[in-house]
C-alpha cells in the first residue's frame, strides 16, 4: 500500500528520483492561501503534492497530523478540502500557538477585528510589540503584526522590520488588514475540523505510533547537520533529527517528510530504508533548488 503510494505519486509526476530533476516549480498564485502567517520555510508550494497524496489513497486518513505547524498551510488546506476525516495542528512556539489557539476560538473575531482597526506606522508597531501581552488572544495579534513587519515574517530573536519592502513601502508592505482579517474569519467556518495542540511534535507522533489510520505531514527546521537554515529563522530550531527519523520507523501510519538537500539527511532516511526523493521549488533568489521528501519505504 504504501509503496503503491508513491508509484502513484510518481506516476502522477508529482516528484521524482534523481537525477531525472524534470518536475516544474508548482506557481504559488495556483495555490488558495488560507493562513494569515507568511511563514519562513511555508510550504504552500508544496500543497499540490500533498493534496495527491492524500486523495489517492484507498480510504481518507481518520486524521491528517501536521507535526510542525508554522504557518500550517497543509493542515489548514486538508481541513478546508477535507483530505481527512480530521485535521490535528502541533506547535510548540508559544507565540505561533497563541496565533491557533485564537484563531481557533471563539476570540478569531476579536483578532479580525483588531487587525482592521490598528494603524500601523513604525512607531505603533514598536509600541503594540512591546507592550507585555496580558492573555493569548494579545499575544496572537502581537505575532502576526511582528510576522508581517519583521524581515521574512522571521520570529526568531535577532529579527529586524522591514526596511524597504515592497515598492519601498517598508513595514506596511505585508500589512493587509482586510486580507488578513477575511482568512480568519474563514478558517473559522471550518474550524470543527481542526483540532490544535501546543506541544512536542515528536510526543504526539509516538503517542499515536500504533494507529494504522492516520497520515503525518512532517515539516521540521532545517537543522540537520550541513546547511542549519532554521536556527536563524525560528526560535525553536533545536531538533533530536534522530529521534525523529526513529520514530517515524514505528508509527503505522503512512507520512510525508521535507527536509532541505543535505547529505546528512539522506544518510538518516536511507538508513531506515525510506523512500527519498527530489521536488523542485523556487530559492529565495528565485532559481531552482531541490528540497527533499521523504516517505515510507
Ligand atoms: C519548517 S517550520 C514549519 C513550516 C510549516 N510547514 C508551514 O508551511 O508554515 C517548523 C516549525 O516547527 C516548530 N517546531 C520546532 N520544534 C518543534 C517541536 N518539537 N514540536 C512542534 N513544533 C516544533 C517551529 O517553531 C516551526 O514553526
Not at 13 to 41: A, D, T
Not at 46 to 75: C, M
Given at each position: 500500500?504504501?509503496q503503491s503510494t508513491n508509484r502513484q ?73 477535507q483530505l481527512a476525516a480530521h485535521v ?140 542549519c537554515a532554521g536556527k536563524r529563522l ?64
Open positions: 500500500m504504501l505519486l510518481f506516476q502522477l509526476g508529482l516528484f521524482c528520483s534523481e537525477p531525472e530533476k524534470k518536475n516544474k516549480i508548482v506557481n504559488v498564485s495556483s495555490v488558495k492561501q488560507l493562513s494569515p502567517f507568511r511563514y519562513p520555510g511555508g510550504k504552500t508550494w508544496l500543497v499540490p503534492v500533498v493534496r495527491k497524496w492524500l486523495q489517492n489513497r484507498a480510504e481518507k486518513p481518520a486524521e491528517l497530523i501536521e507535526v510542525f505547524t508554522g504557518g500550517g498551510i497543509i493542515g489548514l488546506t486538508a481541513a478546508h478540502e490535528t495542528m502541533i506547535e510548540i512556539d508559544p507565540d505561533v500557538a497563541a496565533v491557533w489557539h485564537t484563531m481557533l476560538s471563539n476570540d478569531a473575531e476579536w483578532l479580525a477585528r483588531k487587525i482592521l482597526d490598528f494603524d500601523l506606522s513604525l512607531p505603533n508597531a514598536q509600541k503594540a510589540i512591546e507592550k507585555t501581552a496580558t492573555d493569548t488572544k494579545e499575544r496572537a495579534f502581537q505575532t502576526i503584526l511582528r510576522n508581517r513587519t519583521l524581515h521574512g515574517g522571521i520570529l526568531a530573536a535577532g529579527s529586524g522590520f522591514l526596511k524597504h519592502g515592497e515598492n519601498g513601502k517598508g513595514i506596511t508592505s505585508r500589512w493587509y488588514p482586510e486580507t488578513l482579517s477575511k482568512r480568519i474569519r474563514y478558517i473559522a467556518t471550518f474550524r470543527d475540523r481542526i483540532t490544535f495542540i501546543e506541544g512536542d511534535g515528536l510526543q504526539i507522533l509516538k503517542q499515536n505510533a500504533e494507529r494504522p489510520d492516520v497520515a503525518y505531514f512532517i515539516d521540521p527546521p532545517y537543522t540537520a547537520p550541513g546547511k525560528y526560535r525553536f530550531y533545536e531538533l533530536d533529527h534522530d529521534s525523529l527519523f526513529d520514530i517515524a520507523c514505528f508509527v503505522r501510519g503512512d507520512f510525508m517528510m521535507t527536509y532541505d538537500n543535505a547529505e546528512s539527511v539522506r544518510v538518516m532516511a536511507e538508513k531506515r530504508g525510506f523512500h527519498v526523493s527530489t521536488v523542485p521549488m523556487k530559492g529565495t533568489h528565485h532559481n531552482e533548488v531541490f528540497e527533499l521528501l521523504i516517505t515510507p519505504a
